[in-house]
């Protein structure tokens, strides 16, 4: 076991334990800390001294790179038991992310550099879902702009090969009648859509129920992004009032699935609202709504969300093969 997979292992078993979204973070930040290390032990008085690690992933750090098991996760493990393991098991099926952005919007990092991340976490796919325009802040895409990235996207494929295909998408900003910020043609020739709320998300219950409703039973839209809106850390932000059950029974009747969203200040939807979703029969994307490379190593907390209410494989089309996605968002046109 190398330091990076044992802190991504506590990582997951923590957020399948409900712990603070800091603590989940640290453990995710200690592991992109020490990806690049050459193997072999390292001393915790050492490892201390590298960026984002503390006193407790040090010790994982040091013991992990020995080959043991740390101490840390150990006991972990021995206090979630044999389903956090299935959950894991379910972590490790994950054929794709349907959420990231690049520096064309407000990532942080060329297409390129995005498209290696997952291909190097052995996806099979992963769908490119830059801003649409009206997110004025994050530089969201004109259609002029947009139909330039398709041919950006194709360029990549040829460079990566056929083992991980990047997908066309976008996350398009529900507007406040429901309807979606972007020319519908071209929304008909992208792979994936994810549609997500950005303003107004203080809206009264009715009107914000209607928006969603509107954008869910749209044959264009295959995904509902982070859909409370709210923010769990720093300063936070309150979820946004809708009518649930309402949205989410609109969501299963479409095929729309629901996001689980992986970033550790949205953990959006939150538990209720999952397991209410899930009590719908809605599918679900697991996704890290990534921004950075290292991001795209989020998803397993996710899974970890996913599995804790004990939902399948086959009610996450983040584990379908490509083939199936595909057919999935032809059916819905």
Known sequence: MTPDEALRR???LLEWRGASPYRV???HTAADAVRDLPPGPVD???AIHLRGVGPVTADVISQASTGAVPDYLARLQDETGPDARAGWDLAAASTGDCHLHSDWSDGGSPIEDMADAARALGHQWAVLTDHSPRLTI???LSPERLRSQLEAVAAVNSRIGPDCRLLTGIECDILDDGS???DDDLLGRLDLVVAS???KLRSERGPMTARMLAAVRNPRVDVLGHCTGRIITGR???QSRFDAEAVFAACAEAGTAVEINCRPERRDPPDDLLALAAAAGCLFAVDTDAHAPEQLRWQS???ARAARIGLGADRLITTWPLRRLLAARSDRQ
């Open 10 to 12: 506590i990582a997951f």
């Open 25 to 27: 973070r640290a453990f």
């Open 44 to 46: 915790a008085a050492r």
């Open 138 to 140: 994050a530089h969201g």
């Open 180 to 182: 979606l910020d972007q």
């Open 197 to 199: 709320v950005h303003s």
């Open 236 to 238: 936070g932000r309150p």
């Open 301 to 303: 907390t996710g899974y």
